[in-house]
């Protein structure tokens, strides 16, 4: 409970210091490296309740959006349903794949129909136009992330069950 804590602290710290903005609307928050992390080590549900939480934490300063918050808890779960259970083997990247696409449909399509909703995009195709640049440059760094992170990662999940197995 307390690791969560604190990669939730971690994520709410990279979502507002660690977010590129391209242009006045759009940015690349890197919150989801630690989200990742979760997913990997803890699980789907895990990783969900941190992004989703990080989310409200970071909204608490602008406004709380229950929709935004939920696409967040949704993309946290799709990071762990897709690592929680791989082995070091060649499914990894298969998975980093699928991941990367699901996040990037998600984000991208339900996203944007919801800051249209909310009128920060006069269209659903003005967001799509707008958004379409930070989405692809999300997805690359998902894909650099999964992929190159998978030493990384593997070594920190064995660190971690060694270290609750004492």
Partial sequence: MCVLGLLTA??????????FRVGNFIKVPMKFITVFIVGVIYGPLSSGIVAATADFIEALRIGVNPLITLVEFVCGFIFGACFFKVKDSRSYYVRAVICAFLQFLISFTVMSEILTAMGIYASFRSAVWMRLPAMIILFAL????????????????????????Q
């Fill in 10 to 19: 971690i994520t709410v710290i990279l979502g507002v210091f660690a977010t």
């Fill in 142 to 165: 998902h894909m650099l992330v999964m992929c190159g992170g998978k030493k990384l990662v593997f070594r920190l999940k064995k660190f971690v069950s060694e270290s609750e197995a």
